[in-house]
């Protein structure tokens, strides 16, 4: 893969520990590869909740939450998939075909109860990924907003 053009948007880690959240920087390489989005964040050791929220080249955003039984996956445009290596990382690690070429429809795949745990049911987050005319950032932004971390998403975000 040497030489080819990095990939726009950007990749934070997002962990809640004794009540706190922190948002950190992931390094690029989480943004073309799905594995390793789920090593970076399984490095990060926490008695709380850890998950990674990547926006794509303005187009998508994937949720990764590391667990000892394996990632749990968002992705908020399947079609993506025809287009972005890490859209299609999501798929096979989820067991799903991609979408055929033609079909212009827009609909995630994955675990939509993601983040129920930490205050975003499963139809909440279905609404907010519904809204595509949002970028994936504004998206995230709302999820941000709903979990209670939208002030270090945003400070993150503005350093980035």
Do not use: H
């Not at 053009?5 to 009540?19: I, L, Q």
């Amino acid at each position: 893969m040497a030489g080819e053009e990095p990939v726009a948007g950007f990749a934070m880690a997002v962990v809640r520990e004794d009540g706190r959240w922190r948002c950190s920087a992931l390094d690029n390489a989480a943004l073309a590869e799905l594995d390793a989005a789920i090593t970076a964040l399984a490095k990060m050791r926490s008695t709380g909740a850890v998950f990674g929220l990547l926006a794509v080249d303005e187009e998508f955003f994937v949720i990764v939450r590391p667990s000892p039984r394996g990632a749990s996956l968002l992705l908020s445009d399947a079609a993506a998939a025809l287009d972005y290596d890490i859209a299609a990382d999501v798929l096979d690690l989820l067991r799903v075909d991609p979408p055929d070429e033609e079909d212009e429809s827009v609909w995630p795949e994955g675990d939509l109860e993601v983040l129920a745990d930490l205050g975003l049911p499963g139809a909440e987050l279905q609404v907010i990924v519904g809204e595509v005319e949002l970028y994936p950032d504004e998206q995230l932004q709302m999820i941000a907003q709903r979990c209670g971390f939208e002030n270090e998403f945003t400070a993150l975000l503005d350093e980035l």
